[in-house]
């Protein structure tokens, strides 16, 4: 978090280090050399000082700019010329301020209305670039909601994620899809509420298995009636809201008046759904006793190693807990860390009216204000200092300790086998980026490569990567063709990358993906935060291959001597020769464990059955496995449902329907003559002469 005073930006990290190494080696602080200072840290100065002339005395947001216009540090002032001013002066300010000074070459600048919205958008500016001398917060994922949509007559209970668009009530943040799941799964046994699609609802002539092991009223079928269902929409989000006592007395009364009445039958449903509801009371892991709504923080700290542990209680239930493990964090003091870390987690999340933490934050007044409009009141920080509260926060201080044991343990070890790694394939280094491609396609058709990351804290699913195959030279089956074709877009791209709307299209899991995004490296004063969320672009004739953070560090090709050959073909064309690249086929009979890595110069090796590094690129196929024919199984469903009057030139959704309609099939349509294509209803002679050439020639 940026204060009054400047901040102490940490060291970047080491995927960090080769993008400024030739700045690195021509920068000298002070006392530090021989010789007077040198331009870089003068450069880095000038371009802060003609920014600082036009700055005004209202609060704001900067972004501090290299040579390549990459975000160094995003920072927020109370007056942005007081700040960014500071930035100005060597002496006083620590040597990283100063390593950060001589890598600026331009800033970006946006005023705000008030200090408390520049909080808020300098967290999100941070969350966006992940800048190498801010503090980051890795959460890559929305928190998942429990929503209770209410846009249909029976109301529905799903998780949700991503943007509240859907008309209803939303419970959360849980920790997890795990803890979303079990809650459901309890919830469904407890308030028989529908959990499936409208279509589905819509369809169903009788009730399904849920309605038979009793986790649905059925109200699809009319097994329960509409007020009876609202009855139990109610009790869901009394429970939901934290009057979980009421609900149990209610269940408890209606029990007892089902065994008075000899309905025994019912007095078992509302026992089970009495074990239901003390299930999920079972499973709090922390007691929050006396608290409705409220997040919980607390952090562990050995070194430069920060972790901080997180539990959400809504409606007096403990709704799970996750530990996050801040980068950057050296040269920041602990509630520096741990406000930064609080601001970006709150960026998409909306905060309960209470906020406990185990030390006080700077600026928490700030904090109050900024978060009070996406709370819709005020929020409070409090520190316990005696009570409930403060076993709460040992609890939290305690699973962050035992987090960040565990965290070092396990990095530990993957240092280990990362070092073995470098040793088995004779790497430089130890990789920071490791890229492993497969190809998925049944008999050629529907056909794709893809692409998975690795890296040392484990996948970044993020840069996931597939490409349809489309080049009609490529035989149907031919893997090695597809191999050639992934390789030469991949690395054609970063080697020529696209500007100005064109270029190679990507496709990311989950979302579409473009580095088609062209804007000016700097902004003029005021321009919106929307235009500070895109990326510059490379300048021209710069040396982007080797500034880019994407190339690898290693290649791993599932497959064999055809594979590696086939990239080794590419890379000689492109004129790649510093990219390790090592193909890992199965052994004998294609069993695991027996696999064979294949190397360039027609060298062959394998590792015994139980080695760590054999079990950690397996590890890697296997995930590359799962995401090539995953996306392959997608592409394949959607083709199960495209018609080939689908790609007749003019042919809309009514045409296809009437034409489908007429003559029954897709095959129908393709062998009617052209009179009988005349003939069918809504189509001209025009028409029918386009469907008859389309499939006659």
Same mark, same amino acid.
């Given at each position: 978090?940026?204060t009054?005073?400047?901040?102490?930006?940490?060291?970047?990290?080491?995927?960090?280090?080769?993008?400024?190494?030739?700045?690195?080696?021509?920068?000298?602080?002070?006392?530090?050399?021989?010789?007077?200072?040198?331009?870089d840290?003068?450069?880095?100065?000038?371009?802060i000082?003609?920014?600082?002339a036009?700055?005004?005395?209202?609060?704001g947001?900067?972004?501090?700019?290299?040579?390549?216009?990459?975000?160094?540090?995003?920072?927020?002032?109370?007056?942005?010329?007081?700040?960014?001013?500071?930035?100005?002066r060597?002496?006083g300010?620590?040597?990283?301020?100063?390593?950060?000074?001589?890598?600026?070459?331009?800033?970006?600048?946006?005023?705000?209305e008030?200090?408390?919205?520049?909080?808020?958008?300098?967290a999100?500016?941070?969350?966006?670039?992940?800048?190498?001398?801010?503090?980051?917060?890795?959460?890559?994922?929305?928190?998942?909601?429990?929503?209770?949509? +209410?846009?249909?007559?029976?109301?529905?209970?799903?998780?949700?994620?991503?943007?509240?668009?859907?008309?209803?009530?939303?419970?959360?943040?849980?920790?997890?899809?795990?803890?979303?799941?079990?809650?459901l799964?309890?919830?469904?046994?407890?308030?028989?509420?529908?959990?499936?699609?409208?279509?589905?609802?819509?369809?169903?002539?009788?009730?399904?298995?849920?309605?038979?092991?009793?986790r649905c009223?059925?109200?699809?079928?009319?097994?329960?009636?509409?007020e009876?269902?609202?009855?139990?929409?109610?009790?869901?989000?009394?429970?939901?809201?934290?009057?979980?006592t009421?609900?149990?007395?209610k269940?408890?009364?209606?029990?007892?008046?089902?065994?008075?009445?000899?309905?025994?039958?019912?007095?078992?449903?509302?026992?089970?759904r009495?074990?239901a509801?003390?299930?999920?009371?079972?499973?709090?892991?922390?007691?929050?006793?006396?608290?409705?709504?409220?997040?919980?923080?607390?952090?562990?700290?050995?070194?430069?190693?920060?972790?901080?542990?997180?539990?959400f209680?809504?409606?007096g239930?403990?709704?799970?807990?996750?530990?996050?493990?801040?980068?950057?964090?050296?040269?920041?003091?602990?509630?520096e860390?741990?406000?930064?870390?609080?601001?970006?987690?709150?960026?998409h999340?909306?905060?309960?009216?209470?906020?406990?933490?185990?030390?006080?934050?700077?600026?928490?007044?700030?904090?109050?204000?900024?978060?009070a409009?996406?709370?819709?009141?005020?929020?409070?920080?409090?520190?316990?200092?005696?009570?409930?509260?403060?076993?709460?926060?040992?609890?939290?201080?305690?699973?962050?300790?035992?987090?960040?044991?565990?965290?070092?343990?396990e990095?530990?070890?993957?240092?280990?086998?990362l070092r073995?790694?470098?040793?088995?394939?004779?790497?430089?280094?130890?990789?920071?980026?490791?890229?492993?491609?497969?190809?998925?396609?049944?008999?050629?058709?529907?056909?794709?490569?893809?692409?998975?990351?690795?890296?040392?804290?484990?996948?970044?699913?993020?840069?996931?990567?597939?490409?349809?195959?489309?080049?009609?030279?490529t035989?149907?089956?031919?893997?090695?063709?597809?191999?050639?074709?992934?390789?030469?877009?991949?690395?054609?791209?970063?080697?020529?990358?696209?500007?100005?709307?064109?270029?190679?299209?990507?496709?990311?899991?989950?979302?579409?993906?473009?580095?088609?995004?062209?804007?000016?490296?700097?902004?003029?004063?005021?321009?919106?935060?929307?235009?500070?969320?895109?990326?510059?672009?490379?300048s021209?004739? +710069?040396?982007?291959?080797?500034?880019?953070?994407?190339?690898?560090?290693?290649?791993?090709?599932?497959?064999?001597?055809?594979?590696?050959?086939?990239?080794?073909?590419?890379?000689? +064309?492109?004129?790649?020769?510093?990219?390790?690249?090592v193909?890992?086929?199965?052994?004998?009979?294609?069993?695991?464990?027996? +696999?064979v890595?294949?190397?360039?110069?027609?060298?062959?090796?394998?590792?015994?059955?139980?080695?760590?590094?054999l079990?950690?690129?397996q590890?890697?196929?296997?995930?590359?496995?799962?995401?090539?024919?995953?996306?392959?199984?997608?592409?394949?469903?959607a083709?199960?449902?495209?018609?080939?009057?689908?790609?007749?030139?003019?042919?809309?959704?009514?045409?296809?329907k009437?034409l489908?309609?007429?003559?029954?099939?897709?095959?129908?349509v393709?062998?009617?003559?052209?009179?009988?294509?005349?003939?069918?209803?809504?189509?001209?002679?025009?028409?029918?002469?386009?469907?008859?050439?389309?499939?006659?020639?």
């Amino acid at each position: 978090m940026s204060t009054e005073t400047p901040p102490d930006p940490m060291r970047p990290n080491e995927a960090h280090y080769d993008r400024f190494h030739e700045a690195r080696a021509t920068f000298t602080l002070r006392g530090e050399g021989a010789g007077a200072e040198q331009p870089d840290i003068e450069v880095g100065i000038a371009a802060i000082k003609a920014v600082v002339a036009t700055l005004p005395l209202r609060p704001g947001v900067y972004r501090m700019l290299d040579a390549r216009g990459e975000v160094l540090y995003v920072g927020k002032a109370r007056a942005l010329r007081n700040r960014v001013v500071n930035y100005t002066r060597v002496e006083g300010n620590p040597r990283r301020i100063q390593r950060m000074i001589a890598l600026t070459r331009s800033m970006q600048i946006v005023t705000t209305e008030s200090e408390a919205e520049a909080l808020l958008l300098e967290a999100q500016l941070i969350k966006h670039y992940r800048p190498p001398f801010n503090v980051l917060l890795r959460d890559d994922k929305s928190f998942p909601y429990i929503l209770l949509r +209410e846009d249909h007559a029976f109301a529905r209970l799903t998780k949700h994620r991503g943007a509240r668009t859907a008309k209803g009530s939303y419970y959360g943040p849980f920790s997890s899809g795990g803890a979303v799941n079990a809650t459901l799964n309890a919830l469904e046994r407890l308030f028989l509420l529908r959990s499936c699609t409208d279509s589905y609802f819509n369809n169903r002539d009788r009730p399904c298995l849920l309605y038979q092991i009793k986790r649905c009223a059925g109200p699809c079928c009319g097994r329960v009636t509409p007020e009876a269902y609202a009855e139990l929409v109610a009790d869901a989000k009394a429970f939901l809201s934290g009057k979980a006592t009421g609900v149990q007395a209610k269940l408890a009364a209606q029990m007892e008046r089902a065994s008075e009445a000899l309905d025994f039958e019912m007095a078992v449903i509302y026992r089970d759904r009495l074990k239901a509801l003390t299930a999920i009371q079972a499973r709090q892991a922390i007691n929050p006793q006396g608290l409705s709504d409220a997040d919980i923080f607390a952090m562990a700290r050995q070194g430069d190693n920060v972790c901080i542990q997180a539990f959400f209680v809504r409606g007096g239930q403990n709704w799970g807990h996750r530990a996050f493990f801040p980068q950057h964090a050296a040269g920041y003091a602990d509630e520096e860390v741990l406000a930064s870390a609080i601001a970006q987690l709150y960026t998409h999340t909306q905060p309960p009216r209470l906020i406990l933490t185990d030390r006080a934050l700077p600026e928490s007044a700030l904090f109050t204000e900024a978060l009070a409009e996406k709370a819709g009141g005020r929020v409070t920080f409090h520190v316990p200092k005696r009570g409930e509260q403060t076993k709460l926060i040992e609890i939290a201080v305690r699973n962050a300790g035992e987090a960040l044991e565990r965290r070092l343990a396990e990095s530990s070890a993957q240092g280990k086998v990362l070092r073995e790694l470098v040793e088995l394939l004779d790497l430089d280094g130890p990789p920071e980026r490791i890229e492993v491609y497969d190809n998925s396609h049944i008999q050629g058709t529907n056909a794709l490569g893809g692409m998975i990351v690795a890296g040392p804290e484990g996948f970044i699913t993020s840069a996931y990567r597939k490409w349809n195959i489309k080049d009609k030279t490529t035989v149907p089956g031919d893997d090695y063709g597809m191999m050639r074709e992934v390789f030469t877009r991949r690395f054609g791209r970063l080697i020529n990358p696209p500007r100005n709307g064109e270029g190679d299209h990507e496709v990311v899991e989950g979302r579409e993906y473009n580095e088609r995004m062209p804007t000016r490296a700097t902004a003029p004063l005021g321009r919106g935060p929307s235009d500070l969320l895109r990326k510059p672009p490379p300048s021209p004739g +710069e040396d982007f291959e080797r500034q880019t953070e994407d190339w690898p560090d290693l290649v791993l090709i599932d497959g064999g001597k055809g594979q590696v050959s086939a990239v080794k073909a590419v890379f000689e +064309e492109l004129g790649i020769t510093d990219v390790p690249y090592v193909g890992v086929a199965k052994g004998p009979d294609r069993n695991a464990g027996r +696999e064979v890595f294949h190397f360039p110069d027609g060298r062959e090796a394998s590792l015994p059955a139980n080695h760590p590094v054999l079990f950690y690129l397996q590890r890697l196929r296997d995930e590359a496995h799962r995401f090539a024919i995953g996306a392959h199984r997608k592409k394949r469903t959607a083709a199960i449902g495209v018609s080939t009057l689908d790609q007749v030139p003019g042919i809309g959704p009514a045409r296809k329907k009437a034409l489908l309609l007429h003559f029954g099939t897709a095959k129908a349509v393709r062998n009617a003559s052209l009179d009988d294509l005349c003939r069918a209803p809504g189509v001209s002679k025009a028409m029918a002469q386009v469907v008859y050439d389309y499939y006659h020639g």
